[in-house]
């Protein structure tokens, strides 16, 4: 099987920064596309940046210009820079990749979450 673990959340007052990293481990042959997704109270689980594996990134609208994402292929993690941190990025984030496994073709897996919180 495959465990991604997710790391960095906390508290951050606005305009702070903070950088999360996911690694991901166990039966991996490759990583397609890894991303981040995030989940505040009473909301929806949405996208928050993806990166393919040749290293292409995407970003949802509201984190374009203050959130960049990484990966690090020789690791099998992936980091998200959080810059200009606002109150209303506060969220449970989630990293997510697609994975070739041993036993497997392709799979998609979650992290168990890392909770980020801006407030003063």
């Known amino acids: 099987q495959v465990q991604l673990v997710e790391s960095g959340g906390g508290l951050v007052q606005p305009g702070g920064s903070l950088r999360l990293s996911c690694a991901a481990s166990?039966?991996?042959?490759?990583?397609?596309?890894m991303g981040w997704y995030r989940q505040a109270p009473g909301q929806q689980r949405e996208l928050v940046a993806t990166i393919s594996s040749g290293g292409s990134g995407y970003y949802a609208d509201s984190v374009k210009g203050r959130f960049t994402i990484s990966r690090d292929n020789a690791k099998n993690t992936v980091y998200l820079q959080m810059n200009s941190l606002k109150p209303e990025d506060t969220a449970v984030y989630y990293c997510?990749?697609?994975?070739?496994?041993?036993?497997?073709?392709?799979?998609?897996?979650w992290g168990q979450g890392t909770q980020v919180t801006v407030s003063s």
């Open positions: 997510n990749a697609d994975v070739r496994g041993s036993t497997f073709f392709r799979r998609n897996f």
């Open positions: 166990g039966s991996i042959l490759s990583i397609y596309d």
